[in-house]
């Protein structure tokens, strides 16, 4: 049963545009979710977090958005660029210090 | 700082043979995660342990999979026998393990059984 849930495989978006990634998830004890970046080869990389008591978390080209009640959060990328180009999975936990459950992951491609 | 260390990078073995991982975490890092990453899949979490007790094992294969941590450091999972199934990345991860903290990601070991 997948808790969490990014339904889309890929993402491809013209330099400079926003790139929007969407992830859903199931379980409502979920309270922390957090969007990694993974290179080939390589392991994934915290990207930005976001806790259920807020909406929104920014930093600098990243925002993540949360809405609770659709249990829904998106990861808005502002300009794209090439290097972002990689695999980003949403994941979530339930309390301080406990495991991520992962989403399958989305493959962004920012074309020059 | 220097991030999570794993080894080996690559490994191919045959089916029923043993193979054994190591990682490194992040120096004071308290928590460790091991987690399995199946081609096209987001991780798994296979056992999480604070210091070197453990937290979590429930999805772990406790018939073939074993893992441990003896001086709350360093960390060691072994596969013992193999199955085809096995063919993953197996990733381990670490935290500070005092509260909301993102997990830090080693490389990971590309685990293929033939």
């Known amino acids: 049963d997948q808790q969490v849930k990014q339904n889309s495989p890929s993402l491809s978006v013209q330099e400079g545009r926003i790139s929007i990634l969407n992830c859903d998830y199931t379980n409502s004890m979920f309270d922390y979710f957090l969007w990694y970046k993974k290179y080939p080869a390589e392991g994934p990389t915290f990207l930005i977090s976001i806790s259920s008591i807020k909406d929104k978390n920014e930093d600098g080209r990243f925002t993540v958005f949360l809405n609770k009640s659709a249990k829904h959060l998106s990861l808005h990328i502002v300009p794209s660029q090439p290097g972002d180009s990689a695999v980003y999975f949403c994941?979530?936990?339930?309390?301080?210090?406990?495991?991520?459950?992962f989403g399958k992951g989305i493959t962004l491609s920012v074309r020059p | 700082e220097a991030g999570v260390a794993q080894s080996p990078r690559y490994k191919i073995i045959e089916k029923r043979q043993s193979v054994a991982f190591w990682c490194n975490p992040i120096?004071?890092?308290?928590?460790l995660y091991w987690y399995q990453q199946i081609l096209g899949q987001g991780p798994k979490l296979l056992i999480q342990f604070q210091n070197n007790g453990v937290v979590d094992d429930s999805q772990l294969p406790k018939d073939r999979f074993s893992a441990e941590r003896l001086k709350g450091v360093d960390s060691t999972l072994k596969i013992q026998p193999a199955k085809l199934e096995d063919s993953a990345v197996y990733l381990c991860a670490s935290s500070l393990g005092d509260g909301y903290n993102e997990q830090f990601f080693g490389p990971g070991t590309r685990l293929t059984v033939l």
């Open positions: 994941a979530a936990s339930t309390g301080a210090n406990s495991k991520l459950t």
């Open positions: 120096s004071g890092h308290a928590t």
